[in-house]
């Protein structure tokens, strides 16, 4: 029987091999057993400051990497066993930055023409032509612009056009990559509201990356926030946006805008001392401790593990 979960990632890691000098060989750990699951359906929200781990996560779970340890299971199979091209009618990815990831040599159709051609998805050039065309307006693109090239796109209309293409092949799972951060803010909401439109249409579930909690709260059933390549926090978005627990999902929140000034005012702004560390250079115990105003001798002896508060608020800290 198939599990209720569409995507599990279980206690995954994946470390980069660095040298540090001459003969001097050590690991980055980008992702240090990160656990979470994803119902059909439904979105789950990754958000984190750059350099924590979100793309490695969403690589890793595509199979773009190999995962130095744990699982990513896939409608209960393992990802690691299943053949890539079979994973990747499941699974896409939407990415960053709509500028490098379309080739602007080639016209719209092309682009959402591979997917279609790699897996035979057609029978005839006019059922291809149909399906191009089908998606492009699925995705609020006008039909007549087919041939165009990339390049002749604003970034909105290419990210449409990446969407397009990661939907080309029906997919049940897509990984947006803070797929609205290259854009302007003006037209960022119309984005992830297509993102929103497009998942009641289709059923399909998300893991939606960004480092802006307000885009990722708007969108996300549930979210998680990771730190230095360990999920530090995981909940309902209500939950996580009215009763936050760990120290930095905190600090981030209180940098989030309120549209009601009296809430604002009441919300005092936690700015974080100090910098990230470099995950070469990783504190004992937990990770966020040296920022932390909580830490104490046991946040530098033991790194907390993400425990239940109930609900399936999950929280990694030894102070709360
Ligand atoms: N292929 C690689 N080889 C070595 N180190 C890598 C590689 N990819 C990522 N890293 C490192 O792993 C860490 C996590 O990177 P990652 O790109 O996953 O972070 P991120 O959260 O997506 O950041 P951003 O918000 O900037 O996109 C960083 O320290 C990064 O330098
Ligand atoms: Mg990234």
């Not at 130095?68 to 199979?77: H, K, M, S, W």
């Not at 990815?93 to 051609?117: A, K």
């Not at 059933?221 to 946006?241: F, P, S, T």
Request: charged share 25%; aromatic share 6%; glycine share 6%.
């Amino acid at each position: 029987m198939s599990s209720e979960y569409l995507v599990e990632v279980k206690d995954l890691k994946q470390y980069f091999p660095v040298s540090t000098g001459f003969m001097k060989k050590t690991s980055l750990k980008a992702v240090d057993g990160v656990s979470f699951s994803i119902r059909p359906g439904e979105t789950l929200g990754l958000v984190g400051e750059s350099g924590c781990g979100k793309t490695t996560v969403g690589r890793t779970i595509l199979r773009l990497y190999q995962p130095t340890g744990g699982e990513v299971l896939f409608d209960g199979r393992k990802v690691t066993n299943s053949n890539i091209t079979e994973l990747r009618k499941e699974m896409q990815m939407v990415f960053q930055d709509p500028y490098s990831s379309l080739d602007p040599r080639m016209t719209v159709e092309d682009i959402i023409g591979e997917p279609l051609d790699v897996h035979k998805l057609y029978s005839t050039r006019a059922e291809r032509r149909e399906k191009i065309l089908n998606l492009m307006e699925l995705v609020g693109l006008n039909a007549e612009h087919a041939r165009r090239y990339a390049h002749e796109f604003s970034g909105g209309q290419r990210q449409r056009i990446g969407i397009a293409r990661a939907l080309a092949v029906d997919p049940r799972f897509i990984i947006c990559d803070e797929p609205v951060s290259a854009l302007d803010v003006s037209i960022q909401a119309q984005v992830v509201n297509m993102f929103e439109d497009l998942q009641k249409q289709l059923g399909v579930a998300y893991l939606f990356i960004a480092h802006d909690l307000l885009i990722v709260r708007h969108i996300s059933d549930r979210i998680a926030v990771m730190y230095l390549g360990k999920i530090v926090e995981i909940a309902d978005a209500d939950e996580l946006n009215d009763n936050p627990q760990h120290p930095y999902t905190i600090s981030l929140l209180s940098a989030v805008p309120i549209p009601d000034p009296k809430i604002t005012r009441q919300r005092k702004r936690i700015i974080l001392q100090g910098d990230v560390p470099s995950p070469m250079h990783m504190p004992t115990g937990c990770a966020f401790r040296s920022r932390c105003r909580y830490a104490t001798e046991q946040c530098a002896r033991e790194c907390p593990s993400l425990a239940d508060r109930g609900n399936g608020h999950m929280v990694a800290c030894w102070n709360k």
